[in-house]
C-alpha cells in the first residue's frame, strides 16, 4: 500500500468543498444556504391531508379470471390502493345493494366503473343518484373499456347532449326553445350512419324553436378482439390525466374499437389510439357534466392484462387526482 498516495478531489468534489467553506463563512443562514444550492430533485406525488376516496365497480365477470387472479376491479382497486394519497373501496354487481347503496355513492369522490353484459341489471335509483352526484361536482366518473354502455355513463353522455343543445340556443327567449328527445340506440351503427348525438331544428313562425335531439348511442362501427397490438399517443400532454405518461408507448395485446364513437363531442381528448390495419380511437376523453367531471378511458378488455400495465395505471391514478384538481 502506498502511504504517501494523497486523495485529490475530483470536478464534483471540488465545487462541493467551496460551497461549504462558502456556507461556513455566510453567518447562521450557512448551512441552509448550502442546502438551498443543491441541485433539485423531481418532487414526489404529493400526498393529500386527506385520502381521495375512490370506489371501483367491477361487473365481476368469469371471463376476467383469463387475465386476473381475482378479477379485474380488485386487481385495479389494489393498485391504486397502494398509490399514496389515496383511499379504495371495490365493490360488484353482485354485492349488497349492487355495490351501490347510497352510503357508498355519497362517500366516494371518484367511481371507477367496468360492466359489459350486465348493464340492464343496474337497478335505476343509483343510477340517478350518481348523475345528481356527478353533477353536483362531488363525484367524478371514469367508465373502461366496455362501460361505454353503462347506466351511468349513458345517462351522463344524455345529460352533455341536452346541456349542448342549451347552450346552443342560450339566447332564445324563456319558452321559446322546445326539445323533444329519440333515444340513444344501444346496437353497432352502420359506419355511415348519421353520428349521434344529431339535431333537427325547426324554426316556427311564433318564434319557437323547436329541437329533437337525437341522443347518443355510446357507441361505435366496428370492433375486433383479436389480441392485436395498440399505439397509444398522447396529444394534449398538458392535461391532467396526461402527467408522467410517456408520449407514445404500446400495448400489447387489445380489442380494437374504431371511430366514429357516438358521444357527444369532449372537452378534451388526452389520448388516441391506433392499430396496424389503420383504425383509430379517441382512447381517452374528457367532459364536463354540469358541476362535475366524466372520463372514458377505452383500453381495458377483461381478458388482457391492461390493467396491470403500470402506464394504464398512472393513467386511472391521474384521473382520480384529477378530482382535487379544481
Known amino acids: 500500500m502506498d ?8 470536478p464534483r ?10 456556507a461556513a463563512f455566510a453567518g447562521p443562514c ?8 443543491q441541485p433539485a430533485s423531481e418532487p414526489p406525488t404529493p400526498r393529500p391531508s386527506v ?8 361487473e365481476r365477470q368469469p371471463e376476467q379470471k383469463q387475465a386476473y387472479e381475482n378479477f379485474l376491479g380488485n386487481a385495479i382497486a389494489a393498485a391504486l390502493g397502494r398509490r399514496p394519497g389515496i383511499e379504495v373501496r371495490s365493490v360488484g354487481l353482485d354485492d349488497a345493494g349492487q355495490g351501490l347503496a347510497p352510503e357508498i355513492i355519497d362517500w366516494a369522490e371518484v367511481l371507477v366503473w367496468w360492466s359489459h353484459r350486465r348493464n340492464g341489471d343496474v337497478k335505476p335509483e343509483p343510477v340517478r343518484a350518481i348523475v345528481e352526484r356527478v353533477q353536483s361536482g362531488r363525484l367524478l366518473f371514469v367508465a373502461l373499456h366496455s362501460a361505454h354502455w353503462a347506466p351511468p355513463f349513458t345517462a351522463l353522455m344524455d345529460e352533455r347532449a341536452r346541456a349542448d343543445v342549451r347552450r346552443v340556443f342560450h339566447d332564445l327567449p324563456p319558452g321559446k326553445l322546445v326539445i323533444t328527445e329519440v333515444p340513444g340506440l344501444r346496437k353497432v351503427p352502420a359506419r355511415d350512419a348519421r353520428r349521434t348525438p344529431a339535431t333537427d331544428v325547426e324554426r316556427r313562425s311564433d318564434g319557437t324553436t323547436v329541437v329533437t335531439l337525437h341522443l347518443p348511442g355510446c357507441i361505435f362501427p366496428a370492433f375486433r378482439n383479436d389480441g392485436r397490438p395498440s399505439t397509444i399517443k398522447v396529444l394534449a400532454p ?3 390525466l396526461a402527467a408522467g405518461l410517456p408520449g407514445v408507448f404500446t400495448l400489447d395485446r387489445t380489442e380494437m374499437y374504431d371511430e366514429p364513437y357516438h358521444v357527444p363531442e369532449p372537452d378534451a381528448v388526452i389520448c388516441e389510439e391506433t392499430w396496424a390495419a389503420g383504425e383509430r380511437f379517441r382512447s381517452v376523453m374528457a367532459w364536463g357534466v354540469g358541476d362535475g367531471r366524466v372520463v372514458y378511458i377505452r383500453p381495458g378488455h377483461e381478458t388482457f392484462p391492461i390493467w396491470k400495465d403500470d402506464r394504464m395505471l398512472r393513467l386511472l391514478e391521474n ?8
Not at 384521473?319 to 379544481?326: E, G, H, K, M, P
Request: glycine fraction near 6%; aromatic fraction near 12%.
Open 30 to 37: 450557512g448551512p441552509a444556504a448550502l442546502v438551498a444550492m
Open 51 to 58: 385520502p381521495i376516496r375512490v370506489v371501483v365497480w367491477d
Open 319 to 326: 384521473a382520480c387526482r384529477w378530482q382535487r384538481q379544481r
Open 3 to 10: 502511504t504517501d498516495r494523497r486523495w485529490t478531489p475530483g
Open 13 to 22: 468534489g471540488v465545487w462541493l468543498r467551496a460551497l461549504w467553506l462558502l
Open 238 to 240: 398538458a392535461h391532467p
